[in-house]
Structures are given as structure tokens and as C-alpha cells.
């Protein structure tokens, strides 16, 4: 896996060539009433709540082509789903429960609508079927006029009062260490209450299907005995695991066959991207004995041995810093944290003493809930309950300020670099003049049109697949053509210009005006087409790969870093599909339609493109996600550009 360093070298963008930048991590502190929101979250917290099923299909050689027979539960009265041949052309048919059923004399005449699976270069292409049904289960065949073995994967939508509710138990996803997935029913009772396990229904078999790095697919049975980390037997709960022996990106399908509250059959999964990182992060024992640094700085050395091919340069460490009273009772003090690279074998986090001073906190001092992660995925790979922690008496110039009660910048970030103090000075700088980027999204690039902006560039990496940190990396980069700027983004462009903003000094923190960071249709809380089209694309390829910090799982533990300060600096929009009447199903994209809840613009639910702490700036119907969706592209909005753009930062 690559590893961004610190030290931003010259990165390839369709802009003119921009000197390097040093890119300076921010030290990052929080008041204890936010200890809440930077703790590592529960896991089930992000569970992928599945209407749907994602069913491999594998059509073998026969007579004038090849061809494949299964069966698909009807519920609600239809049957709604999506054929993704891969290459190709497939015809389908369905029969009643109890009839045959082939591509020449099918008894249901099927009506395929052209449809693709996600957006931008992202894309799965495929047909998409929707038919009345009676309940049971229903045959259907596909066949292909090419006689040699092939594959791809049906896309079945379900009632969405019965889901498959599943997530990892834990983030440890280090090689060697067991993965180990939960399952279990969500939706309502027969009185229509809402219900978990047994009470939403039953679940007759569950099948962990796990697909390696390198394409390799296993199968496991998940089991409710009490034995597989699956709670009690017989509550409801399944688990099953996996031994990971490679590193690189695994996939984890959970796949249920039940029978609802009423007794009707149905089908589930749900898809889960685990990256894999052979890397391991050894904490010393022992008390850590903190340093005096420059004004009211402190640093507090973590003593690490990294070791493993996938180490990274630098990690993401957060932790709780607590004291004690003048009566012996702890005090929470701060807590602490940032992007942090290693030097000599130590991380050195910094902190300044008038979080100690304010909190009244004398010694003994501890970290507690220490956490070291690695950049890209959010993985810890070393934490601690609690680390003693040694620090110098606080100096006298500290105790003696009567602004003890504020809560600065340089206190919530650290002291600014002197380069960018003179960047906003110094006529000679390099970085002049003040810009509004704007920025696109995964698998993208270009969305905005630039004409409708003041004074803008457009941010331009095409096509490319990064994590949140990378990312912000090149954007930074970018940037640092100017003095300041402000950034206007979409979809994954807003996570990345919130964790630039939220862990790296750059112009962002030299910008002036009402807006500096705004948004549209950002998977904030992730989607969960991040993990269905990396499940497709791991059989037939999509353009740029999986990410796992769009998943729901992976959003979860990015936002679990960033600080409450940074988000109160994002102002963002929301769009859906427009409703044309009350009897018709409406939708932005028919494919995404089939998993996605709404409101939603085709990619994101409008529920998980919340940002707690930012500010909703309104819901928009009538857009959807990007062009060549069923309404226009939500970038596309001359109005609330124009909005966007006499109040963005510069």
C-alpha cells in the first residue's frame, strides 16, 4: 500500500506545475465535553442495514451457449432486480413458483431497462427487470450466446421492513488476525414494533462469502451456537470469521436465506471492505515522561517499535489526557492528538498547558484510551486503556494568565507554522493571492462549472481512487499556489477538504470570509455502494477499486477524528430525486435505487450525508448525485452556486 510522507513532493495534476509544499501536521486538543465524539465508535454503530441481496452468478457452458438457473423470493408483490453480466450480453426469464422456466418460453415476458451501478468512472453496467409477483419463489435463467463459462451478479431487492443488519466486530484488520462478522434480522414484528434477531424474523442459514486480494473466494457457514462470537445460542445472532494470510483489500459477504415475521422466504446480504495491513505497532511499557517546548508548549514522546511491510509514515494517534484534583478525584483535562510521524522511534504529540491550568489538574497524569491508527484506513494498531504519564510543573507565566477560560486556536491546533505566518505577509512568497477551489469527487473529476465561480480553480486528479489522507495531501498541494483559499466540493471532495482542513496546515487557515468549507452531496456517514461495487469490481473490475472510507463502517471511524472545531467550519447541501406522484416508484439512478433508502441522489442517503456539527445548508429534490442520472446533476445548480460562491472563504 502506498505511503504518502509528511514531505508532499510533486504530485501529478492537470494544473501548471507548483512548487513543493511542506505539509506541517496541526496538534490537535478538544475540551472533555468532546471525549464523546473522538472515542473509537461501536462497531454495530455502522452497520450495513441490507434490503437487498448482491447474488454471485456463475453461467456455465451448455448446448448453443451457456446459462445459469436459480431462485429469486418474491416479496411485496414483485420482483425488482438487476442483472450485472460483466462483459456481455445476457437474456433472462422468469417462471412462477412451480413452472420451468427458459430463455425461449419464459411465462412472464421480461422488459430489460438499460442501467448502471454507481457513478462517475465508477461503473457497473447491467439490465434491470421489475415485474408483478406473486409470493414463493420465483425461477429465473439466464443465458448468454457465448459457450464459455462466465460470471457476474444479480442485484435483488427486498421489502425494506426486513433487513440483514451486519458489521465487523472489531477494526484490528492486521494480517493473521481473525475477522470475525455479526449477523442478524432488523425491521418490525408482526404487530409492526420494531424488532431485532428472532423478533424480526428467522434466519434458516447464513454464509460468510470472503474474496482475498487476490480473487481467491472461500465460504464459511456462520452459525448462532454460542460458539462463533455470536452472543447466546439460538438468540438470533450469528458470527462467522476469516483468517486473513495476505495483506491488501479482503471483501466480507454476509448472506442470509429466512423467513420474515409472516412466514415469506427472503434473501440478504450485505458487503463489507476490509482492508488488510501487514503492520504492527509495538507501545512501550511505562510511564511517559513529557518535555517543555517553546511558549506554553508541552510534548509527550510515545516510545514505538513499527514493524511490517505496509508501516506507514506517519499515524493518526487520539487519546484522553486526565488529572487530579486538589481532593484526589480525576479530572478530565483534554484531549489530545493529530497526524503524528515518528522520530527516533517516538510519536511525539503535542499539548499546550493551559488545557492543564484551566482544567485545575495537578499530578499523577494519565492517557487513557490511547489509540494509534494508521492514515488511510483508521486500523489501530496499538492502543492502551491507560499510559502513567509524567509532566513538568507548569510554568509560572502559564499560571499567571487571567484568559484561562478561553479556548483558543493555538490551543484546539497548535502553533502555527512561521511559513504560513509569512505567506500572508511576505510580498516575495511564493504562494500569492487568494483562490476558491473546486473540488470533485472519487472516481471523478471536473464536476464544477467553473464559470459560474469568482475567482476559482478546479482541483483536477482524474479518475482516481484515494483515501481521505491522500487526498487531502493532493489537495493541499494544490493549493499551495496560494496565500488562501476556500474549497467548494463534491461527494468525496468534502471529506477530504475537511480532513485537510482538520489535520494539516495549508491556506485554508489563511482564507477570510463567511464559508470556508462547503459542500454537496458528500457521504459523510459513508454509502453503502462503497461496499456492494467493490464486491462487483473484485469479479470484473471498476474503473478505480473499493474504498473503505465511503463504506459505513470506514466514515465512521474517520469522522471518530475529527474535531468538533473543524466540522462547525463546514456549510453543506443535500439533493434527491424529484417525487412526480404519489403512486410511482421515483428514483435517481434504477440501479442504486434497489439498495439505497430514501431520500437519496443515487450514491448517497440523504440520512448519511449528515455531518454532526456541520451546517445543513438545505435540501434540494429534483438533483441527483452526477449527470446521467434521471434528474439533473446536483453540481449543476447555477442558484446555489451562486450562492456557494458570494460567500466562500478566499
Not at 140 to 152: E, H, I, K, N, W
Not at 543 to 571: E, F, H
Request: aromatic share 6%.
Amino acid at each position: 500500500m502506498p505511503k504518502p510522507s509528511l514531505l508532499l513532493l510533486a504530485v501529478c495534476l492537470s494544473v501548471p506545475a507548483v512548487h513543493a509544499a511542506e505539509l506541517v501536521p496541526k496538534q490537535l486538543a478538544g475540551p472533555p465535553g468532546e471525549f464523546a465524539q473522538m472515542r473509537a465508535p461501536d462497531p454495530a454503530q455502522a452497520a450495513v442495514m441490507s434490503k437487498s441481496a448482491l447474488l454471485p452468478v456463475e453461467l456455465a457452458p451448455q448446448a448453443g451457449g451457456a446459462g445459469w438457473q436459480g431462485t429469486l423470493p418474491a416479496e411485496n408483490g414483485r420482483l425488482r432486480f438487476l442483472v450485472l453480466p460483466g462483459e456481455g450480453a445476457w437474456d433472462a426469464a422468469v417462471a412462477a413458483p412451480g413452472l420451468a422456466a427458459t430463455a425461449a418460453t419464459a411465462p412472464v415476458r421480461l422488459q430489460p431497462q438499460a442501467a448502471s451501478l454507481g457513478s462517475g468512472q465508477a461503473l457497473a453496467q447491467g439490465q434491470r427487470y421489475e415485474i408483478d409477483a406473486a409470493p414463493g419463489e420465483w425461477t429465473l435463467t439466464l443465458r448468454s450466446a457465448t459457450p464459455q463459462a462466465q460470471r457476474g451478479y444479480v442485484l435483488l431487492e427486498g421489502d425494506a421492513a426486513t433487513r440483514l443488519a451486519a458489521y465487523p466486530r472489531q477494526r484490528r484488520q492486521q494480517l493473521g488476525q481473525p475477522q470475525v462478522l455479526n449477523a442478524m434480522l432488523a425491521g418490525t414484528d408482526a404487530a409492526g414494533a420494531s424488532a431485532l434477531g428472532r423478533a424480526a424474523g428467522r434466519i434458516e442459514r447464513a454464509q460468510l462469502r470472503v474474496i482475498a486480494p487476490d480473487g481467491r473466494i472461500t465460504t464459511a457457514a456462520m452459525a448462532d451456537d454460542g460458539r462463533h462470537d455470536d452472543g447466546s445460542d439460538g438468540d438470533g445472532v450469528f458470527g462467522g470469521s476469516f483468517v486473513p494470510d495476505a495483506s491488501g483489500t479482503w471483501i466480507a459477504q454476509v448472506v442470509v436465506h429466512g423467513r420474515d415475521p409472516a412466514g415469506a422466504a427472503f434473501v440478504r446480504t450485505s458487503e463489507h471492505v476490509l482492508p488488510v495491513l501487514d503492520a504492527t505497532l509495538e507501545l512501550a511499557s511505562g510511564t511517559v515522561g513529557a518535555e517543555a517546548a517553546d511558549g506554553t508548549r508541552l510534548s509527550l514522546p510515545l516510545r514505538i517499535a513499527a514493524r511490517g511491510a505496509d508501516a506507514p509514515s506517519h499515524y493518526r494517534v487520539i487519546a484522553e489526557l486526565w488529572g487530579t484534583a486538589a481532593d484526589g478525584a480525576e479530572v478530565p483535562v483534554a484531549w489530545v492528538g493529530g497526524m503524528v510521524a515518528p522520530v527516533q522511534g517516538r510519536l511525539p504529540l503535542g499539548l499546550d498547558e493551559r488545557w492543564i491550568a484551566r482544567a485545575g489538574a495537578r499530578a499523577p497524569f494519565t492517557l487513557r484510551r490511547l489509540r494509534i491508527e494508521d492514515p488511510d484506513h483508521f486500523i489501530p494498531l496499538a492502543e492502551a486503556a491507560t499510559v502513567p504519564l509524567a509532566l513538568p510543573a507548569l510554568r509560572r507565566s502559564t499560571l499567571a494568565r487571567t484568559d484561562l477560560a478561553r479556548i483558543d486556536d493555538e490551543m484546539r491546533m497548535g502553533p502555527r507554522p512561521a511559513a504560513l505566518m509569512r505567506a500572508a505577509t511576505d510580498a516575495q512568497a511564493q504562494a500569492t493571492g487568494s483562490q476558491l477551489l473546486l473540488v470533485h469527487g472519487y472516481c471523478s473529476g471536473g464536476v464544477w462549472p467553473q464559470a459560474q465561480f469568482s475567482n476559482a480553480s478546479s482541483f483536477l486528479d482524474t479518475n482516481q481512487n484515494r483515501s481521505n489522507d491522500q487526498f487531502a495531501q493532493r489537495l493541499a498541494q494544490f493549493g499551495s499556489q496560494w496565500n488562501s483559499f476556500g474549497t467548494v466540493a463534491h461527494s468525496q471532495g468534502g471529506m477530504a477538504a475537511l480532513h485537510l482542513y482538520s489535520y494539516y496546515w495549508s491556506g485554508l487557515d489563511n482564507a477570510s470570509g463567511s464559508r470556508l468549507l462547503q459542500s454537496v452531496g458528500t457521504p459523510y456517514q459513508g454509502t453503502n455502494l462503497a461496499g456492494i461495487l467493490a464486491t462487483v469490481g473484485s469479479w470484473f473490475g471498476i474503473a478505480c477499486g473499493s474504498n473503505s472510507d465511503m463504506t459505513y463502517s470506514g466514515a465512521q471511524a474517520w469522522l471518530a477524528g475529527i474535531p468538533a472545531s473543524a466540522r462547525a467550519k463546514v456549510n453543506y447541501y443535500t439533493t434527491s430525486f424529484a417525487k412526480t406522484n404519489w403512486y410511482t416508484n421515483d428514483y435517481c439512478n434504477a440501479a442504486s435505487d434497489l439498495v439505497l433508502d430514501d431520500p437519496e441522489d443515487g450514491t448517497v442517503e440523504q440520512v448519511e450525508a449528515q455531518l454532526p456539527g456541520g451546517i445543513n445548508r438545505g435540501h434540494t429534490t429534483g438533483q441527483c448525485h452526477t449527470t446521467g442520472m434521471r434528474d439533473p446533476a446536483q453540481y449543476l445548480d447555477s442558484s446555489r452556486n451562486a450562492t456557494m460562491n458570494a460567500n466562500a472563504a478566499r
